[in-house]
């Protein structure tokens, strides 16, 4: 039988298509309030205490676990994972669907706020695999925690609600751009000029950096900080956009951060909606993948095995033996975006091996880079046991890879998971724009990876 992809709209009744709608609108709200990891960390937990999840700390306090519980624990407010437990022992090993909450972005430096010509500015070092130019002239929001000399922990968001200022990242005008047309991409901005402006209004009878001055007030007056408080700060600008639909037809959604939240929240509805399972499942939601999986907040760390050993510890004991039997026997979706094709870019991809917009979610074997470089390579049996719980739950599926072999190249987290000798293969929405400050996705195929990351909890 000849390999065709389906096309979503086309293969979905009206009580699916009403589905799909609702599905896109929360989407867009969870979005609109997850910009950062510590925000969408935020939202999964109230998301999931609504569900019936509980902390980890009082299932531990109280000292027992039994099947069809539900458990979350949270990694330093950055990162978060959801248990369902299971009728089987946790040796029989956990389906886990596991994504992450950071996107590409710029983050302020220790000390940041200066003075240059009568304006102030504060400065960033970019985060994750960003196109430098394309953050100048769009609106941009701040988010950001610190402390202050007292220890008082102040939340900081600036730039999101319509009657806030945002910040700007300014460029050169066109009509002096003769030798910065010259320029490669990647050097039309450099690094160091990604610095937004803060401010122009001088604090009067001051001589020496009056605006910046002046800039220092207004934070002592709102946020109760000072400039030594950015020292130890922690702040992320994003784009000041909302999620928007796309289309006359109202069919592709434009949002900050599909990548991967997109993924992040079809596992979490996927979750959230599962009851008394055969199997342990877990809904991993972790950060640092942008820059390798690194830190304690990151794929890389040991929280998801503390995590784990504590609810085997409550569910009757636990040794290292059937730790690493729940381990190995566990098989894993990582959850993470692929690029869909662009009409606009063909030179890229490769048509038969690259994820269509609108045609459901996409099953990547391996990822990498040229000869498969640092990819998890997933195996046959896996790919058809996923095959087999995908059509059962008759999720809409295809394949695809990230673009021509000798193009470039990226990576998930599968690898890490893979390292416990668990099966795993990634599966993601296709996405357009992915790392612009502004990504789009197909309503369809966001819908079709809730259908899916459901299908492989309830068959798997």
Known sequence: MEYKRKNVWLNIDQGKRDELESLSTDYMDFMNKSKTERLAVKEIVKRAEEAGFRNIDEVIEEGKLEAGDKVYAINRQKAVALFVIGSEDFEAGMSIVGSHLDSPRLDLKPVPLYESKDIAYLKTHYYGGIKKYHWINIPLALHGVVYNKDGEKIEVSIGECEDEPVFFISELLVHLSKDLNQKKAAEVIEGEQLNIMVGSIPLEDEKDNPVKKNI????????????????????????????????LDSSMIM?????????????????????????????????????????????????????????????????????????????????????????????????????????????????????????????????????????????????????????????????????????????????????????????ADVYETYRAYKSFYENI
Not at 226 to 247: N, Y
Not at 284 to 303: H, N, P, R
Not at 404 to 430: R, S, W
Request: hydrophobic content about 40%; charged content about 25%.
């Open 216 to 247: 220092l007030q207004i934070l002592k007056e709102k946020y109760n900080i000072e400039e030594e408080d950015f020292l130890t700060a922690e702040f992320e600008v994003v784009p000041a956009d909302k999620a928007r639909l796309v289309g």
């Open 255 to 443: 949002a900050y951060g599909h990548d991967d939240k997109v993924c992040a929240y079809t596992s979490l509805r996927a979750i959230l909606e599962s009851e008394n399972p055969r199997k342990t499942l877990v809904g991993l939601f972790v950060d640092k993948e942008e820059i390798g999986s690194v830190g304690a907040t990151g794929m890389s760390s040991q929280f998801f095995e503390n995590t784990v050993v504590e609810l085997m510890n409550l569910a009757g004991g636990v040794d290292l033996v059937s730790f690493k039997r729940a381990m190995k026997n566990s098989k894993v979706l990582s959850a993470d975006v692929t690029l869909a094709e662009d009409p606009n870019f063909l030179e890229a991809t490769e048509e038969n091996n690259t994820a269509k917009l609108g045609h459901g979610v996409c099953l990547t074997k391996y990822t990498g880079a040229r000869g498969k470089g640092g990819s998890n390579d997933a195996d046959a049996e896996f790919l058809q046991e996923v095959r087999l719980a995908f059509d059962k739950g008759e999720a809409i599926w295809q394949t695809g890879e990230l673009g021509k072999i000798d193009q470039g190249g990226g990576g998930t987290i599968a690898y890490i998971l893979a390292e416990y000798g668990m099966q795993v293969v990634d599966c993601g929405t296709p996405v357009i724009s992915m790392h612009a400050p502004l990504e789009l996705v197909s309503k």
